[in-house]
C-alpha cells in the first residue's frame, strides 16, 4: 500500500525557516517524481515544487521561487521541503503526492501537514 | 504561464442530476489535464488524468473530456457522497497549475 506521511509542520514566526519532510513507503520511491502542493485554509489547492525521480529536474511556483528548495534522497524513501524567509501568505496545509510525470497528474497524496507563519 | 479557469464557481443539484464542470486553458495543453475530487476536511483524490482516463477505483458515474483548452468533468447521476470542490490540474513545460474549484453540494 502507498503511504506518504508529512512532517515537520509547525508555528514559525515571518522571516523564520522550516524543514518539511514526507516518508514514502509502499512503493519504489527511486522510480516517481514528486511534488509539493499547499493549500491555505479555506482556499484552493497551489502547486509548490516538483523534483523527478533523480533529482535532475526540479521546479517551483513563482510564489516560492527563491525561498524554498525541494530535495529528496531516495536510500531514504524521503522528500523534503526547506522552506525560508517564510511569510504569513505561506501558512497552508502542505502536502507530499506522488506523480506521474509524463502526464503530470498526482495519483497519492500524504494527509498533509499545517504551517501557521504568525507572530 | 497558462491559467485555469472553472465554471461554475458553486452549483447545487438534485441526487441523480447530471452535472457538468468545465475548465479551461488560456492556452491549449493537449489532454495533459486531470480532475480531482477533495471532500471537508479530506485530502485530495485522483478522479480522472490525461482528460478522460478515470482513475482505478473510481465510480464510472464519472467521465472526463475535452483536449486542447476545454475540458468538461461530468458526474451522470449525483450522489449524496459526491458533495466536494472539484479542482482540474494543468501540466505542461513541468508546470502545475490548479483551477480554483469547484463546489459542488445538494439541493
Known amino acids: 500500500e502507498v503511504q506518504l506521511v508529512e512532517s515537520g509542520g509547525g508555528l514559525v514566526k515571518p522571516g523564520g525557516s522550516l524543514r518539511l519532510s514526507c516518508a514514502a513507503s509502499?512503493?519504489?520511491?527511486?522510480?516517481?517524481?514528486m511534488n509539493w502542493v499547499r493549500q491555505a485554509p479555506g482556499k484552493g489547492l497551489e502547486w509548490v515544487s516538483s523534483?523527478?525521480?533523480?533529482?535532475?529536474?526540479?521546479y517551483y511556483a513563482d510564489s516560492v521561487k527563491g525561498r524554498f528548495t525541494i530535495s529528496r534522497d531516495n536510500a531514504k524513501n524521503s522528500l523534503y521541503l526547506q522552506m525560508n524567509s517564510l511569510r504569513a501568505e505561506d501558512t497552508a496545509v502542505y502536502y507530499c503526492?506522488?506523480?506521474?510525470?509524463?502526464?503530470?497528474?498526482?495519483?497519492?497524496w500524504g494527509q498533509g501537514t499545517l504551517v501557521t507563519v504568525s507572530s | 504561464d497558462i491559467q485555469m479557469t472553472q465554471s461554475p464557481s458553486s452549483l447545487s443539484a438534485s441526487v441523480g442530476d447530471r452535472v457538468t464542470i468545465t475548465c479551461r486553458a488560456s492556452?491549449?495543453?493537449?489532454?495533459?489535464l486531470a480532475w480531482y475530487q477533495q471532500k471537508p476536511g479530506k485530502v485530495p483524490k485522483l478522479l480522472i488524468y490525461?482528460?478522460?482516463t478515470l482513475q482505478s477505483g473510481v465510480p464510472s458515474r464519472f467521465s472526463g473530456s475535452g483536449s486542447g483548452t476545454d475540458f468538461t468533468l461530468t458526474i451522470s447521476s449525483l450522489q449524496p457522497e459526491d458533495v466536494a470542490t472539484y479542482y482540474c490540474?494543468?501540466?505542461?513545460?513541468?508546470?502545475?497549475?490548479f483551477g480554483p474549484g469547484t463546489k459542488v453540494d445538494i439541493k
Open positions: 503526492a506522488r506523480v506521474n510525470w509524463n502526464y503530470g497528474y498526482a495519483g497519492y
Open positions: 509502499g512503493f519504489t520511491f527511486s522510480s516517481y517524481s
Open positions: 523534483i523527478s525521480s533523480s533529482s535532475s529536474y526540479i
Open positions: 492556452q491549449g495543453i493537449s489532454n495533459y
Open positions: 490525461a482528460a478522460s
Open positions: 490540474q494543468k501540466y505542461n513545460s513541468a508546470l502545475f497549475t
